[in-house]
């Protein structure tokens, strides 16, 4: 299947301090972008949809001034956690698909946020 | 919209014996259908779909699973099971794209522990 790379894996960074995650298709062209959050021992919660070159799409409850989406190109997305808190620690999961295609989005590795 | 349901948040099974995880969902729409795995602290790995054709799917690692329209179940099975199958399994319904929507809703997933 493509591949799609997610980094960092892991960080920390100390409350107050702003986060990028990256997410990238290697291997395919990423026309639309999903961001999840994943708390401890819970399912999967979609934060919001990007589509390449366009706003984001946020989800209900999820707050596009603290999350920041960029889908500048078919195979970038990044996700700034912005003015970081401890609640925002948790497991953040990207996926990636290529509509075009119709076919299924393909998930990073995932990256773990701890904000201390 | 889409919501899917895991009857089951734990199911205990001793190696090399058979396993069923449920899955149901909901939907106006027609809908894909997937199984997903996931492994701690990594992103997920897609074991299976439905996308259409024939209802019983074959996945990676020995697992298969069935798509019934009638009671809108699409169960995970696996005939023997081995200690390296425990890990959290998520199953994840989207609509067909376009006005259907692209969007994967997950079930609250279900860990499979397999006990020697």
């Known amino acids: 299947g493509a591949v799609v790379s997610q980094h960092p894996s892991r960080v920390i960074c100390k409350s107050g301090t702003s986060v990028k995650i990256e997410c990238r298709s290697l291997?395919?062209?990423?026309?639309?972008m999903f961001w999840y959050r994943q708390f401890p021992k819970q399912s999967l919660m979609l934060m919001a949809t990007?589509?390449?070159?366009?706003?984001?799409?946020?989800e209900q409850g999820v707050e596009k001034d603290k999350f920041l989406i960029n889908h500048a190109s078919l195979t970038l997305s990044t996700l700034t956690v912005t003015s970081a808190h401890p609640e925002d620690s948790s497991f953040y999961i990207c996926s990636a698909r290529d509509e075009n295609l119709n076919t299924e989005a393909f998930f990073g590795q995932g990256t773990r946020l701890t904000v201390v | 919209a889409q919501s899917v349901t895991q009857l089951d948040s734990q199911v205990p099974v001793f190696e090399e014996a058979p396993v069923e995880l449920r899955c149901n969902y909901s939907?106006?729409?027609?809908?894909?259908l997937f199984w997903y795995v996931q492994y701690p602290n990594q992103g997920l790995q897609l074991l299976l779909k439905y996308l259409s054709g024939s209802t019983l799917v074959k996945g990676i690692n020995g697992f298969e699973a069935e798509f019934n329209k009638s009671q809108t179940s699409f169960h995970l099975r696996k005939p023997s099971v081995h200690i390296s199958d425990t890990a959290e399994y998520f199953c994840?319904?989207?609509?067909?794209?376009?006005?259907?929507?692209?969007?994967?809703?997950f079930g609250a997933g279900t860990i499979l522990r397999v006990k020697s």
């Open positions: 990007s589509n390449e070159g366009s706003k984001a799409t946020y």
């Open positions: 939907s106006s729409v027609s809908v894909y």
């Open positions: 994840a319904v989207s609509g067909r794209g376009g006005k259907y929507g692209n969007k994967l809703v």
């Open positions: 291997d395919f062209q990423a026309t639309t």
